[in-house]
């Protein structure tokens, strides 16, 4: 089994991105909140803090942003050092394994700089303790020798403004999260959110689409901003190699279909799971592990990329017995639920907590 579907990396509807498309996603990047579009309750709390920030005279309190990827935690961050004519230092929690490697960080800031910290939550646990106290007092102690003869050097650090973004917000202790003066949830778009989100990114990728195929693109973009902005760029590229001037929803929908990626943003993995579940096991419940198998994938790849996705759109239900296929799914493979499917006695035993990883296959 290969190792690209167990990060996800390699799904055209993933919302992981690499370094190339990192590149890509800067150019369409707003630099301002009045040009983000979406999150519209974080955008305004976060103009107040920013706006009441620059009427003192100060740097802004440290912002935590939390939510699923490509919800534009990373946009916001430079967004936030746009709005304050500071200057931005990017780095991430795994990078930073050594209290020193923090220190070396923190020592060369600029007074108002902004430091955003992806995946803050990975943060190893010597630098997350010194991060306490260049939150709180804007000072760390640096530890020079070792032993009885170590001595710790006070070392004054200038005002700056600390941006964590996390996909765990769970994972991060408390004394850290407490640190925070604004914490902001970002939730997945609606598709009208989308379709404003793809009209901009069009515009400055030149080019031309009806209303009909932003709509088509945005039902199928998972909620997610960087997928809307990925699926556009396929669609451009199915249409520049057909020679289409403008693209149309049959256009953008045929363009998809190439790709695999269905109505509902479902790609072949998620649609696998689905079909093993109601084709292979009548609907289920089945356990974690057989039903990995039964796709060709290994257990984490179905849990942590395929089924938050199917779980939120009510396609898949976990039950303390094992998965089983909702009635949605069903009826999004075209299949009648059986009558003497043991799935319609299971329905009522979904349980979100449960660890399907011990159960028996």
């Not at 630098?127 to 260049?134: G, K, P, R, S």
């Not at 079909?275 to 060709?296: D, H, M, Y």
Request: charged share 25%.
């Amino acid at each position: 089994m290969s190792q690209g579907p167990g990060r996800g990396d390699d799904r055209v509807i993933s919302a992981g991105a690499d370094t190339e498309e990192r590149e890509i996603e800067a150019a369409l990047r707003p630099r301002n909140l009045h040009d983000f579009v979406g999150q519209r309750r974080v955008r305004d709390q976060l103009s107040l803090v920013l706006e009441a920030a620059r009427l003192r005279g100060r740097s802004a309190d440290h912002v935590l942003l939390s939510g699923p990827p490509g919800l534009g935690k990373t946009t916001l961050s430079m967004i936030i050092a746009a709005e304050m004519n500071a200057p931005l230092r990017i780095s991430s929690g795994p990078a930073i394994q050594h209290a020193g490697d923090l220190a070396a960080i923190l020592s060369s800031l600029t007074e108002g700089e902004v430091l955003f910290l992806d995946e803050i939550h990975r943060m190893s646990r010597p630098a997350e303790e010194m991060l306490y106290m260049a939150m709180e007092d804007f000072r760390v102690d640096i530890v020079v020798g070792k032993g009885a003869g170590a001595t710790a050097i006070p070392l004054e650090l200038p005002p700056f403004t600390l941006v964590g973004a996390t996909t765990r917000a769970g994972l991060l202790p408390g004394p850290l999260r407490d640190r925070f003066g604004f914490t902001g949830h970002l939730e997945f778009y609606g598709s009208d959110e989308l379709e404003l989100v793809l009209r901009r990114s069009a515009a400055m990728l030149d080019m031309q689409l009806n209303s009909a195929a932003f709509s088509e693109i945005a039902s199928r973009s998972r909620g997610t901003p960087r997928i809307a902005n990925r699926l556009l760029r396929r669609v451009r590229d199915w249409a520049l190699v057909k020679g289409l001037e403008q693209v149309d929803a049959r256009a953008s929908s045929n363009a998809l279909d190439m790709y695999e990626v269905d109505s509902r943003g479902l790609d072949r993995l998620d649609r696998g799971v689905l079909e093993a579940l109601c084709l292979k096991f009548g609907g289920g419940p089945v356990g974690l592990s057989t039903l990995a198998i039964a796709v060709g994938e290994e257990t984490e790849t179905v849990e942590e990329v395929a089924e938050p996705y199917l779980v939120r759109e009510g396609l898949l239900g976990r039950t303390p017995r094992g998965r089983i296929a909702m009635p949605a799914a069903w009826k999004h493979l075209g299949l009648s639920v059986p009558k003497d499917s043991p799935v319609l006695g299971a329905w009522s035993l979904i349980d979100g907590d449960d660890d399907s990883k011990d159960e028996v296959n």
